[in-house]
T-cell receptor, first 112, second 114 residues
Framework: DQQVKQNSPSLSVQEGRISILNCDYT??????FLWYKKYPAEGPTFLISISSIKDKNEDGRFTVFLNKSAKHLSLHIVPSQPGDSAVYFCAAKGSTLGRLYFGRGTQLTVWP | GAGVSQSPSNKVTEKGKDVELRCDPISGHTALYWYRQRLGQGLEFLIY????????KSGLPSDRFSAERTGESVSTLTIQRTQQEDSAVYLCASSLAMTPGELFFGEGSRLTVL
């Protein structure tokens, strides 16, 4: 059962424009959400997170938005750069659930 | 080293052989995860260790898979009687107890079963 869903396997954006990656979840017990970035032949690296008590968290060019009522979160990257091209994984965790649940990932390609 | 270390980085084996993959987490990290990523697929959860609690083994795909962790240090993932569908990159990650979602991943062990 896929409790964290990334329905877009790929996204292509021109350099300088905004990239919006989406993620949906089904488990209402999730209270902490994260985004990871993965380059080929490397392990994923933590990018940004948000607690369920917030609806927005910003870190430089990266902003994560959380809509708890819709069980939806999104990652905005602005402006997008070619170096942002990678697979982005959404992840979620509940304080009583133990492990982290990952989505299947979205391949972002930023072209010049 | 400062990061999560995995070995071997690459392993080619014949179908039916047993393999053992090793993970050295970051010192002080109480949580340790194993994931695998098959070609073109997402991250598939295998097993999760948290301190002295019983591990969450719910992701292990069959009884050919097992994992151990010694205290809060090294973990080994063992795959017995390997099959071609076991071919994947096996990723280990660790985290601090107070930041349980922020995982630090190793570079993975690429397993190819011929």
């Amino acid at each position: 059962d896929q409790q964290v869903k990334q329905n877009s396997p790929s996204l292509s954006v021109q350099e300088g424009r905004i990239s919006i990656l989406n993620c949906d979840y089904t488990n209402s017990m999730f209270d902490y959400f994260l985004w990871y970035k993965k380059y080929p032949a490397e392990g994923p690296t933590f990018l940004i997170s948000i607690s369920s008590i917030k609806d927005k968290n910003e870190d430089g060019r990266f902003t994560v938005f959380l809509n708890k009522s819709a069980k939806h979160l999104s990652l905005h990257i602005v402006p997008s750069q070619p170096g942002d091209s990678a697979v982005y994984f959404c992840a979620a965790k509940g304080s009583t659930l133990g492990r982290l649940y990952f989505g299947r990932g979205t391949q972002l390609t930023v072209w010049p | 080293g400062a990061g999560v270390s995995q070995s071997p980085s690459n392993k080619v084996t014949e179908k039916g052989k047993d393999v053992e993959l090793r993970c050295d987490p970051i010192s002080g990290h109480t949580a340790l995860y194993w994931y695998r990523q098959r070609l073109g697929q997402g991250l598939e959860f295998l097993i999760y260790f948290q301190g002295n609690s019983a591990p969450d083994k719910s992701g292990l795909p069959s009884d050919r898979f097992s994992a151990e962790r010694t205290g809060e240090s090294v973990s080994t993932l063992t795959i017995q009687r390997t099959q071609q569908e076991d071919s994947a990159v096996y990723l280990c990650a660790s985290s601090l107890a107070m930041t349980p979602g922020e995982l630090f991943f190793g570079e993975g062990s690429r397993l190819t079963v011929l």
